[in-house]
Antibody, heavy 116, light 107 residues
Framework: QVQLQESGPGLAKPSETLSLTCTVS??????????WNWIRQPPGKGLEWIGY???????RYNPSLKSRVLMSVDTSKNQFSLNLTSVTAADTAVYYC????????WGQGTLVTVSS | DIQMTQSPSTLSASVGDRVTISCRAS??????LAWYQQKPGKAPELLIR???TLQSGVSSRFSGSGYGTEFTLTISSLQSDDFATYYC?????????FGQGTKVEFK
C-alpha cells in the first residue's frame, strides 16, 4: 500500500527557511489521482493544513501561511517538498505529509524546532 | 474559513461505553467531512470519510452521521485501544480546516 515518509532537518533558526521532503512509495505521484498535502501540529495543539500540490505542480496554500510557503514536486523521484520561509518559534511543530482530499495515508511526521 | 467546533473537548469514559462526539461546521459542507483518530506520538489515522463511509480496515464499532453543519462520530462500545484524540476535518472548502480535537480518556 501507499506509504509516505517525511525527511529534513529537525532544527531551523529563526528567520531562516524550513525545508522538508515527502517521499511516496507504493504509488506514483505522476498518476495524477490525488492532491499531496502538508499539515502541521504544534506540540500539544491541533492540526493545521498548510497546503497541497498536484502532479503537475499546481498548488493551493492556506492564506494564513501563503506569503511564506512554497511547494514543489519531483515526479521522477516520487517526492514533493515544502519550503517555509522566515520561520519563528511559532512554526515549531510536527510536520506531516498526507495524500488526498480526505487525508489518507499520512506520513509518520517529523518534528521541526525553530530555535537559535 | 469554515470553523469546525467539536464537543466535548475532553470525554471521560469506561470500556464498553457508547461514546458520541459532535462536530459543527460554521457553513454548509454537505457531507464532505472526515474523522481521524490520533494516539500520542503518532500521526492521525482516517476512520471515516464522506461523513459516514467507514475506511477500509476500521472497526465497525465506529460510525459517522450527519449532513450540512452537524456531524457525529459514535463509538458503539469503547475498547481500550480507542482511548485517543479524535479530530473532524472538512474538505468542502479551502482552506481545509479541522476541529480542535476531542480527547477520550479513562474515567
Amino acid at each position: 500500500q501507499v506509504q509516505l515518509q517525511e525527511s529534513g532537518p529537525g532544527l531551523a533558526k529563526p528567520s531562516e527557511t524550513l525545508s522538508l521532503t515527502c517521499t511516496v512509495s507504493g504509488g506514483f505521484i505522476r498518476s495524477g489521482d490525488y492532491y499531496w498535502n502538508w499539515i502541521r501540529q504544534p506540540p500539544g495543539k491541533g492540526l493545521e493544513w498548510i497546503g497541497y500540490i498536484d502532479h503537475i505542480g499546481a498548488t493551493r496554500y492556506n492564506p494564513s501561511l501563503k506569503s511564506r510557503v512554497l511547494m514543489s514536486v519531483d515526479t521522477s523521484k516520487n517526492q514533493f517538498s515544502l519550503n517555509l520561509t522566515s520561520v519563528t518559534a511559532a512554526d515549531t511543530a510536527v510536520y506531516y505529509c498526507a495524500r488526498g482530499d480526505w487525508f489518507d495515508p499520512w506520513g509518520q511526521g517529523t518534528l521541526v524546532t525553530v530555535s537559535s | 474559513d469554515i470553523q469546525m467546533t467539536q464537543s466535548p473537548s475532553t470525554l471521560s469514559a469506561s470500556v464498553g461505553d457508547r461514546v458520541t462526539i459532535s462536530c459543527r461546521a460554521s457553513a454548509h459542507i454537505h457531507n464532505w467531512l472526515a474523522w481521524y483518530q490520533q494516539k500520542p506520538g503518532k500521526a492521525p489515522e482516517l476512520l471515516i470519510r464522506k461523513a459516514s463511509t467507514l475506511q477500509s480496515g476500521v472497526s465497525s464499532r465506529f460510525s459517522g452521521s450527519g449532513y450540512g453543519t452537524e456531524f457525529t462520530l459514535t463509538i458503539s462500545s469503547l475498547q481500550s485501544d480507542d482511548f485517543a484524540t479524535y479530530y473532524c476535518h472538512q474538505y468542502e472548502a479551502y482552506p481545509r480546516t479541522f476541529g480542535q480535537g476531542t480527547k477520550v480518556e479513562f474515567k
